[in-house]
């Protein structure tokens, strides 16, 4: 059973920044793209960005380039997506996610497993 536990969220002052971490409980978690995913209230999950299964490539959605970075730790089974110059329009849930394949996740088909979500909310 994949389980993916995000931490790291939180509340933070528009321009600030939060590290979001993703521990994931896969044997084979260097076979596998992961990304982040987010989902603001009354609006549907979105992509925010993906790397592939060496950390060697990175996708961003045009909405958190130079901003947001993505990066993991296959020794870790961890992924992490650094936040910088938040905006609150960067409140949402965000969810982690395990590609089906090693290299993107960008849309909901691609994903094997989900976490279960950690709330960043910026304020203004």
């Known amino acids: 059973q994949v389980q993916l536990v995000e931490s790291g969220g939180g509340l933070v002052q528009a321009g600030g920044s939060l590290r979001l971490s993703c521990a994931a409980s896969?044997?084979?978690?260097?076979?596998?793209?992961m990304g982040w995913f987010r989902q603001a209230p009354g609006k549907e999950r979105e992509f925010v960005a993906t790397?592939?299964?060496?950390?060697?490539?990175?996708y961003y959605a045009d909405s958190v380039k130079g901003r947001f970075a993505i990066s993991r730790d296959n020794a870790k089974t961890t992924v992490y997506l650094q936040m910088n110059s938040l905006k609150p329009e960067d409140t949402a849930v965000y969810f982690c996610?395990?590609?089906?394949?090693?290299?993107?996740?960008?849309?909901?088909?691609?994903?094997?497993?989900w976490g279960q979500g950690t709330q960043v909310t910026v304020s203004s």
């Open positions: 996610a395990q590609g089906v394949h090693d290299t993107t996740v960008i849309s909901g088909y691609d994903v094997a497993s």
């Open positions: 896969i044997r084979t978690f260097s076979s596998y793209a």
């Open positions: 790397i592939d299964w060496s950390g060697d490539t990175t």
